[in-house]
Structures are given as structure tokens and as C-alpha cells.
């Protein structure tokens, strides 16, 4: 069990101005349960997900990783300990390659296994493997890329930041496939996904609404998705874009 | 043919090999020749009026490879060496060189290697030169290059230059002229570390039509150490060239890049990109976020950045 306790995040805004971006979050995160984090751009959803990988420091609280307090351990010390993060905007490297990057996530990986974790994700093995993780991919790609190396890892608290930005809708209905078959129900494993989308907020076991850095609601998906549902049609329709304005 | 473990260590570090290979080979070793040999298609004899070689490869050779590394194991010792490669028409070959320096003592020990590369027409060849140096004395280990390459209509040449570790001071000079639809990729690859310093002036001319090349650069400054790379594109008719430098620096590195183009013709696409930058902190952590320890993810980085 993954817990957070009074969680307190400051940053230095863009003008200057400190910015308290996390205000007070506890939250329980239990083995073999789905976690569904959503709400509008800027409520701090990445946030979270920072802190408890260690990105982020919080200025206050406590975070507890299976009754162990890991809020001093650092970000590989913490992904040593079985939590893995697809990161929302991965980034680039320069003579790494898919494989190696695959590689690096779960170093005792076989082949099978690595060529796997890319076909789940809609990449062909045979075209991506000897491939830079550079700039000759696009976003979208990167993105896969990222989530495979969640998938490859087997970590036992798993964080995907959005993975339905940049993944068509085909590959993302059977990346739910994946996460459903993976990982729900897993009494080992916690997972924990940032998420816009209508279907993975359905599958989940608990949706986390965030807003301004506060929880506005959680619960149950039949309880949260009657007070969400509007926004995030609408925002599926890109009716909107930006701001969705909650009355919880 | 008589090899101790060093030299073994150093061949290994500069071209790979763990015995002498079966084809072609010229194995120097402080100024003198301890492995030679020919094959069918590719002769390597000694040059008569200097130290040196001449390896001249047969029309229409195709996927042969011919080894010339240098090592240089005498403390003090400076060698100069001067190479001349013909690749014969229509053939396909590399050409494995490379310099390795072991110096214990507190003089310096130096290689100087100029090379003279005619790539005949239609041919292709791979020529991929590793510098390393390693030993705890004070005394400077040296290297410095020089290359004037000739790529001849509508031959392709590729230079792969590294260099790996532990050269204290090297200037490397490299000339290169393309003929018409000629084309030259050069690839380097340089780390420099402690006080160590490296100079890289690269000059390519494209003189006939329809010629291409490439200058893709990329080195890691650390500790004190300082660089400078030139490297300039001439274009003097209807050719494409593009220079691409890129630069990690840290500690407290310099590291001065000067990319030049020069378009003496209308239809001369000639294009160039420089970045110096330290490791992105995004690279790190995202590395760490895999299980790395930091000095692992640097190292990561560092390692893909000069493959």
C-alpha cells in the first residue's frame, strides 16, 4: 500500500512568486486496486505523481511505500523499491535506443518479453528496437515508448501520467486491454493513472478528482462520474479545451 | 610476431582485435612494424622515402577489411607515420586504424599520423580511427591526426573518428575534396577529461556536382579540460552539405564550436546546427526513475551520446 499523508508542495511560479501546488493531500493507494487521478489542466494531477516518485519534494508530509516511510529516499532509491512512472512529456536521448531504454526499465527482460512490451503498445519490435529514443520520433511514439517500459518493468506501484495523449484510439482501446488484464485485480500491484479518458476512468476502482492542488472528490466511478461526466464528454468532443469547471 | 599483454590491451582498446586478424594488417608498434600482411585484393607495403605505408586496394574488392592500428608503449617515444590508402575503382572496403598510448613515465609520449585517402570512382570505404591513451605518468599522452581525403566522382567515404579516453592533447586536421557526385559522412566522437585538450579543425570542399557531405560531431567536455572544433563546408558548385556539432559540457569545461559554411555557388544547399549544453535534468531523472543511480544515468547518457 502506497500512502500519502498531509502532502504539502511549493514551487516558484513563473513570476517569481512561490505557488502552492499541492495543498494537504492524504491518500491511500491499496495493492491490487486502479486509481484513476483526473480533473483540469493545473489541478496537480502530475504533481502527485512527481511526489511519490520523488520528483518532487514536498515541503510537508509524509509518504509510506507498504508501511515503510520513503519521503527522504530519493528517485532511484524509490524505483528500487517497485514504483515506475510514465512520465507525461518523456524525454529524448542521444544514442540510446528503444531496446536499451526497454532494457534499462527491466534489466532481466528476455526477448520475447521486449518485443512484447512494444507490440503492446502498437510498435513493431523488428522497426523500433535499434531505434534512438531522439528526435527522430514523434510525440506519439515517444509516449508508446514510455508506456512500454512501464509494462516491461512490473513495478508494484505503477504510474501512467495521460497515456492517451498522443496514442490513437486504437492502441489505446488495447492498452486498456492490457491494463485491465495486467493489472486489475492484481492483489500485488497498485496502479495509479492520470487521465482525461471515459473509458479508463470506467474501469477504475477509484477515481481521484483534483483541482487547484486539493482533492474536490473520490470514490467509486458510478459515485465520481455523474459529476464529471459533462466535462470530460465535452472535452472529448474538444469542445473545450483547458479549463473544466467542476460544482462538486 | 610477438605480443605482450599490453599490447594486446591496447590493440583491443583501439580496433577491437584479440589476435591478428587473418586479412590484411599492418601492426605498428613504436616505429616498427610487427605484423604485415597482404591478401589477393589488398597490398600493404612500406613507403620508400618516409616512415609509413602505402595499402592500395584492387577495382572491384568487395567487402574486405584491412587493419592498421598503431600503439606506442616506449615512454617518450614519438612516432610519426605517414599512410597513404588507395580504394581502387567499384570496390567496397573499411579500413580499421586507430592509436593507442600506454605512458607511465613523465615525458611525453606522442603519434602523428598523416594520412592521405584517394577514394577512386564509384568506390566505398569505411575508415574508422580510434584514439585512446592510459598510464599513471605525468607525461603528456599525444595524438594528433591528419587527414586529406580525395572522394573521386561518385565514390563514398565514411570517417568514424573517436576519441575514447585518455589522450591529454590531440589536434586533429581533416581536408577532404569531393568530386562530382561524390559523397562524405564524417562521424566524431570525443571525450576529454582532467586538463586534458582537443582541437578538431575540419575543412570539407565540395567541388563537383551533385557531391553531399556530413559533419557529425558530437563530444563531452569534463573537469578542466577544453575543446575547439571547426568545421567549415565549402561548396563550390550545385552540392548539399549539412555540419551538425553538439557539445555536452560539465565541471568546469570549455569547450568553442565554430561551425562555418561557405556557398561559392547558387545552388549549394549548405546548412549547419551547434548546441553546448550540460546532461538535461530531465534525462537524469528520468533515468533514475528506472532504477539508475545518478552516477549511472550520467554515465548512461554520456556513453549513448559518444556511441
Request: aromatic share 4%; charged share 25%; net charge negative.
Amino acid at each position: 500500500m502506497l500512502r500519502l499523508k498531509n502532502i504539502f508542495v511549493t514551487v516558484n511560479g513563473s513570476n517569481g512568486v512561490d505557488r502552492e501546488i499541492l495543498r494537504d493531500i492524504s491518500i491511500e493507494f491499496k495493492s491490487g486496486r486502479l486509481y484513476a487521478i483526473t480533473g483540469p489542466n493545473g489541478g496537480g494531477k502530475t504533481s502527485i505523481a512527481k511526489v511519490i516518485m520523488g520528483i518532487y519534494k514536498p515541503n510537508r508530509g509524509e509518504i509510506y511505500l507498504n508501511g515503510e516511510e520513503i519521503s527522504n529516499l530519493n528517485v532511484c532509491e524509490r524505483a528500487r523499491r517497485g514504483i515506475s512512472y510514465a512520465f507525461q512529456h518523456p524525454p529524448r536521448f542521444k544514442g540510446i535506443t528503444v531496446g536499451d531504454l526497454i532494457q534499462i526499465a527491466s534489466p532481466d527482460i528476455d526477448s520475447f518479453n521486449l518485443r512484447a512490451a512494444l507490440r503492446n503498445v502498437g510498435l513493431c519490435p523488428e522497426d523500433y528496437l535499434e531505434r534512438d529514443v531522439g528526435p527522430g520520433l514523434s510525440g506519439g511514439e515517444i509516449k508508446r515508448i514510455e508506456i512500454a517500459q512501464v509494462l516491461a518493468r512490473n513495478a508494484r506501484i505503477s504510474i501512467l501520467d495521460e497515456p492517451e495523449a498522443g496514442v490513437d484510439l486504437w492502441t489505446m482501446q488495447k492498452l486498456i486491454g492490457i491494463i485491465v488484464e495486467k493489472y486489475k485485480n492484481n492483489p500485488d500491484i497498485t496502479t495509479i493513472i492520470i487521465t482525461h479518458n471515459q473509458r479508463v476512468l470506467e474501469i477504475s476502482d477509484e477515481i481521484i478528482v483534483l483541482e487547484d492542488g486539493v482533492i474536490k472528490a473520490s470514490g467509486a466511478p458510478h459515485k465520481i462520474w455523474p459529476l464529471i461526466k459533462d466535462d470530460i464528454e465535452c472535452k472529448m468532443k474538444e469542445q473545450c479545451r483547458g479549463e473544466m469547471a467542476y460544482e462538486l | 610476431m610477438n605480443f605482450n599483454q599490453l599490447d594486446m590491451q591496447l590493440l583491443n582498446a583501439v580496433s577491437d582485435l584479440r589476435a591478428v586478424p587473418a586479412g590484411p594488417v599492418n601492426i605498428r608498434r613504436n616505429g616498427e612494424v610487427i605484423a604485415r600482411n597482404s591478401s589477393s585484393n589488398i597490398t600493404v607495403r612500406s613507403k620508400e622515402d618516409k616512415p609509413g605505408l602505402v595499402v592500395e586496394v584492387k577495382p572491384g574488392t568487395a567487402n574486405e577489411t584491412v587493419h592498421v592500428p598503431v600503439i606506442l608503449t616506449k615512454a617518450g617515444f614519438k612516432d610519426v607515420v605517414y599512410n597513404t590508402f588507395v580504394i581502387g575503382e567499384n570496390s567496397d572496403v573499411s579500413i580499421i586504424a586507430g592509436c593507442g598510448i600506454h605512458n607511465d613515465s613523465h615525458v611525453d609520449s606522442g603519434h602523428e599520423g598523416i594520412h592521405e585517402i584517394i577514394v577512386k570512382k564509384g568506390a566505398r570505404v569505411r575508415y574508422i580511427e580510434k584514439h585512446y591513451g592510459q598510464g599513471e605518468g605525468t607525461g603528456k599522452r599525444i595524438l594528433n591526426p591528419s587527414t586529406v581525403i580525395t572522394v573521386e566522382n561518385g565514390g563514398s567515404a565514411e570517417l568514424e573518428m573517436y576519441q575514447i579516453k585518455g589522450v591529454d592533447d590531440t589536434f586533429r586536421s581533416t581536408t577532404a575534396y569531393i568530386q562530382e557526385a561524390g559523397n562524405l559522412k564524417i562521424v566524431e566522437r570525443l571525450l576529454t577529461h582532467g586538463r586534458q585538450s582537443a582541437e578538431s579543425d575540419i575543412k570539407i570542399y565540395i567541388e563537383g556536382k551533385g557531391g553531399s557531405a556530413q559533419i557529425l560531431s558530437r563530444s563531452v567536455a569534463k573537469g578542466t579540460s577544453t575543446q575547439i572544433f571547426r568545421a567549415s563546408l565549402v561548396g563550390k558548385t550545385r552540392c548539399i552539405g549539412h555540419v551538425e556539432c553538439d557539445s555536452i559540457i560539465m565541471e568546469d569545461a570549455r569547450i568553442k564550436s565554430t561551425p562555418e559554411l561557405v556557398a561559392e555557388d547558387s545552388e549549394a544547399v549548405l546548412t549547419h546546427e551547434a548546441a553546448i549544453g550540460k546532461i538535461a535534468g530531465e534525462q537524469l531523472i528520468k533515468l533514475m526513475s528506472l532504477g539508475l543511480t545518478e552516477r549511472e544515468a550520467i554515465d548512461t547518457i554520456l556513453e549513448g551520446f559518444l556511441r
